[in-house]
């Protein structure tokens, strides 16, 4: 069984910076974050295969995603956190053509003012 499980969230001030792990079961084509505010679908945050990253806009400059040599485990670095940051985060694991995507359970991070 696949399994994704994260860890890091927790509660931080404003400005504050938090970094964020994702160990999975194997190793995948693509890794990312993904975040869900209450009532919202879910997010992307920033993904990472060998050739590219992606940042959301709204995370870019302060956001840094990286994964080790494996591929099977992502790290989220968070700086100059705000407020409207606060949600929680998911990581997931696709598979080359997007064949296979497993979630993690989430974490929540909360950033207060």
């Known amino acids: 069984q696949v399994q994704l499980v994260e860890s890091g969230g927790g509660l931080v001030q404003a400005g504050g910076s938090l970094r964020l792990s994702c160990v999975a079961s194997r190793s995948f084509f693509n890794l990312g974050w993904y975040r869900q505010f209450p009532g919202k679908q879910r997010e992307l945050v920033a993904s990472?295969?060998?050739?590219?990253?992606n940042y959301a806009e709204s995370v870019k400059g302060r956001f840094t995603i990286s994964r080790d040599n494996a591929k099977t485990t992502v790290y989220l670095q968070m700086n100059s956190l705000k407020p409207e940051d606060t949600a929680v985060y998911y990581c997931?694991?696709?598979?080359?053509?997007?064949?296979?995507?497993?979630w993690g359970q989430g974490t929540q991070v909360t950033v207060s003012s």
């Open positions: 997931k694991g696709t598979d080359v053509f997007g064949r296979n995507q497993f």
């Open positions: 990472i295969t060998s050739a590219n990253i």
